[in-house]
């Protein structure tokens, strides 16, 4: 099997270092626009991280056509106007590749700006790589040529998480609970929908949208579920609003089991040790460090000797990062418009698990294979836990990529 850039690169790395660097006016610049403080600053964190890791060890190799790549991080705090500023600032310093993905509305800002930078500044364009958010509209209605999402969208992901809990009898009662803001909404109607669906023998029995980063104290929150007599929760809250929303559960008692999509961010683990709450925490990614792939497990091992409280979260940047600068290379390029075009129907063997995925050009969405995996006591052949609390992920079912693939309304505009 062809190796791929990152993965070359890493097998390089651990004999060999690039023998001169590039001076910084030569270097591949990249930015980072997400959150490195507030809220959202350990999700925005562990992406630098990968970035820096993936950058540091293509780099070893010699770089993407020679030359050296740069992350340039800029801090956004989750905010879309402060994004649009930071964006700005990124272009003026030369960056013409954009990464970002906490917070679907900051998403939607930096897609409306980019494509209005890119119609007014011909031979200047920038390209928008969405590592994060999964509003489906960035991929429909407002889908736009210059961005690329490299994480499965609120509709793939509710598809797969609803079907796994309909196959469970168990499931009866289902409380919903979401963030307020456009992401929150969107995840909150498609799961209602598809929980309540004919047959299903599941009931809706609460449905809730709580601010976006703002509650410190979840506890009303779990006694309204309580109250509700759900045996279920579903819910696609990350950061701080996962993490205390698991704390309130553990302090109350509350016996539930929580069918999530960020689980796995900083600080969440924890909470669910703490809470005590084994095997009843569920996500739905699109891989985790304990799948038995051996190319992947050697990644993570160099990784967490760097980074040891911090195992891969974002296993699609390394995907994102490598068919990004496969694209450079066979474009001889780093303009978006040469390099975009091969990006389109580009298939790769994920970082991952070594399955075939493919970015389908109609409306620039990636699709892989996703899991579901449960949190509880490490079992045999699973040597990473989370956080140092003596737990793991664990797969609990699989999606195929052809059972991922959803339809879109985007009727893409090209230059």
């Known amino acids: 099997m062809k190796k791929s850039i990152v993965q070359a690169a890493f097998a390089a790395s651990m004999f060999v270092m690039a023998a001169l660097p590039a001076t910084a ?23 630098l991280n990968q970035l820096n890791f993936i950058a540091e060890n293509v780099n070893a190799k010699g770089g993407v056509m020679g030359r050296q790549v740069e992350i340039i991080p800029y801090d956004n705090k989750l905010d ?13 310093q030369g960056v013409r590749i954009i990464i970002q993905g906490n917070g679907s509305s900051v998403a939607a800002a930096v897609n409306d700006f980019v494509t209005k930078f890119n119609s007014r500044n011909p031979g200047k364009e920038v390209l928008h790589i969405n590592h994060a958010a999964i509003d489906p509209s960035l991929t429909n209605d407002k889908c736009t040529y210059w961005h690329f999402a490299w994480d499965a969208n609120v509709n793939i992901k509710v598809e797969s998480m609803t079907n796994f809990m309909k196959a469970n009898d168990a499931i009866k009662k289902v409380y919903l609970i979401n963030q307020d803001y456009s992401f929150g909404h969107s995840v909150g109607g498609a799961a209602e929908e598809k929980l309540n669906a004919e ?37 696609a809250n990350w950061g701080n609003d996962l993490a205390l929303l698991i704390k309130a559960a553990g302090d109350a008692g509350l016996d539930v089991n929580f069918y999530t999509f960020y689980a796995g961010l900083a600080g969440t683990p924890t909470a669910i040790k703490q809470a005590g709450l084994e095997d009843k925490v569920f996500q739905i ?8 792939y051996k190319p992947m497990r050697d990644v993570v091992a160099t990784y967490v ?9 974002y296993p699609r940047l390394f995907n994102a990062m490598d068919m990004l600068f496969q694209a450079i290379e066979e474009a001889q390029s780093d303009d978006p418009v040469k390099f975009a ?8 063997v994920d970082f991952i698990d070594g399955k075939e995925g493919f970015m389908r050009p109609d409306d620039h969405q990636y699709f892989q294979t996703m899991y579901i995996s449960g949190l509880g006591p490490l079992g045999p052949d699973q040597p990473y836990d989370e ?23 985007c009727k893409m505009e090209r230059p």
């Not at 990614?285 to 038995?292: C, H, L, P």
């Open 387 to 409: 956080e140092g609390t003596g737990w793991g992920w664990k797969v609990a079912n699989s999606v195929a990529v052809e059972d991922t693939i959803v339809p879109t309304t």
């Open 199 to 235: 047959g299903s023998g599941i009931e809706i029995v609460g449905k809730e949208f709580v601010p976006l980063q703002k509650v410190t104290d979840f506890s009303p929150y779990v006694a309204k579920i309580k109250a509700s007599g759900a045996d279920s929760v579903f819910t």
């Open 305 to 313: 000797a760097k980074y040891p409280d911090s195992p891969i979260y």
């Open 341 to 348: 075009p091969k990006l389109e129907g580009m298939k790769h």
């Open 285 to 292: 990614t699109e891989g985790v460090n304990n799948i038995d």
């Open 25 to 47: 006016a030569d270097n591949l610049k990249i930015g980072y626009v997400d959150p490195l403080s507030g809220g959202g600053a350990a999700a925005g964190q562990i992406g």
């Open 80 to 92: 879309p106007q402060v994004t649009l500023v930071q964006v700005q600032k990124a272009i003026d």
